[in-house]
């Protein structure tokens, strides 16, 4: 089976999250789209938001689109080519137009202007079938093509860092080291591993959002003494309450008191955690 699995954490507090900027997508013929959410800017699968901008007047080919679209026009017209009645459907600045997946449509931009798409799940080129006529339609549809293959493509997946973190609950650290068992977390009879966090600068962002009333310690581990102890640690995909897709390291298994360098405690201001005792900034 695949090493790259995806897990929803659907345990995690609801918190803002600043998600990274746009990212421009297509450039071509007058048209340009910027990416604010989807599988290019924001790595996620869910939905894809973005913001197009027509420079001069122009058109999309034929598209099938597998996902629902909702285009909301900020400026100027847009004509969707259909084929059932009353085609095409004209849309002006402050409507919205529904495309039901699975419809086959040819939007037109008569004008200069802009709109907003909002797909779900989110646009993926394999998901739009386009029937390209002219060279510059076929160069923005590779384009989109390659952007997608380099997001997922194995190149892209990084190593597992040599020195790993985990948070626990004192108590249950403790009463697993004095019974001389491993530790489990919680959610381990769910979830089938150990979530860890590869990145320092991390832990009280993770402490605050999952361990809010929790006595915290944090683990320190590597991969080598993990190994020693027949463990292994991978990198997986998790879903965020966002909908954006986060790379983690995970640990098949528990984590053995030998396994473990260093225990630090996360030290409390009233409920927000603010430090970790000794713990190297």
Not at 7 to 31: K, N, Q
């Amino acid at each position: 089976g695949s090493s790259h699995s995806v897990s929803s954490v659907a345990h995690l507090s609801s918190m803002p999250e600043l998600l990274c900027s746009a990212v421009r997508v297509v450039d071509v013929e007058g048209f340009a789209i910027d990416e604010f959410a989807g599988n290019v800017s924001t790595n996620s699968d869910q939905f894809s938001l973005a913001h197009c901008t027509v420079k001069h007047p122009t058109g999309e080919p034929w598209l099938n689109v597998q996902y629902d679209e909702w285009m909301c026009v900020l400026s100027g017209r847009v004509l969707v080519h259909h084929e059932g009645a009353n085609s095409p459907l004209e849309a002006q600045a402050g409507q919205t137009v529904f495309i039901k997946k699975g419809e086959r449509i040819r939007p037109e931009f008569p004008e200069v202007g802009s709109y907003v798409p909002l797909c779900i799940p989110a646009f993926r080129p394999d998901r739009c079938f386009r029937e390209d006529d002219t060279d510059a339609r076929r160069g923005a549809g590779e384009t989109l093509r390659e952007m997608h293959t380099n997001l997922t493509s194995p190149s892209r997946r990084k190593e597992v860092p040599e020195v790993l973190y985990h948070l626990c609950e004192r108590t249950r650290w403790e009463k697993a080291t004095t019974d001389g068992v491993a530790y489990f977390p919680p959610s381990f009879d769910t979830d089938g591993f150990t979530r860890m966090v590869a990145e320092r600068a991390e832990l009280l962002s993770v402490a605050n959002r999952l361990h809010q009333h929790e006595d915290l310690l944090c683990l320190k581990v590597t991969v080598s003494s993990l190994r020693r102890c027949g463990l292994v640690a991978r990198l997986e995909t998790e879903v965020g309450p966002s909908g954006r897709v986060h790379t983690r390291p995970h640990i098949i298994g528990g984590l053995p008191h030998n396994a473990v360098s260093g225990e630090f405690p996360v030290q409390k201001d009233g409920v927000v955690f603010t430090s970790i005792d000794g713990l190297d900034a």
